[in-house]
């Protein structure tokens, strides 16, 4: 099993699949944030990315039940990180610091990515 590149709380762009971002006017759409990675199964759940609707049964958090609208998984495959300084998608190299740190770095601009 590989090591993903993509963490908590990035911003990234969907390039495959159902949610598929899609370019207008040449621009890339508004990325969307990572709210959570599953890495033994090599997933992350993306905000307002891949939504499912959920039957609920009534509960004290829920008291009507009903249907929710919730994201499910999406593969870490359909995702692609967003370059930190133009706003497109890039792909990730992991390069080592003077004092031994690893940093993700944007292949396309060479800007370390937080």
């Not at 390039?15 to 944030?33: E, F, L, M, Q, W």
């Not at 307002?48 to 994201?71: C, F, H, L, R």
Request: charged share 30%.
């Amino acid at each position: 099993m590989s090591k993903l590149k993509i963490k908590k709380n990035d911003m990234v762009l969907v390039i495959a699949g159902n949610s598929k971002d899609r370019k207008s006017n040449g621009k890339y759409p508004a990325p969307h944030k990572v709210l959570k990675v599953l890495v033994d199964e090599q997933r992350a759940i993306v905000e307002g990315v891949n939504m499912v609707s959920k039957s609920t049964k009534p509960s004290a958090k829920n008291p009507q039940g009903g249907i929710v609208k919730q994201e499910a998984p999406i593969h870490i495959s359909n995702l692609s990180l967003v370059d930190p300084k133009t706003g497109e998608p890039t792909r990730i190299a992991v390069k080592r610091t003077d004092d031994g740190k690893k940093v993700r770095i944007a292949k396309k601009s060479g800007e370390e990515i937080k």
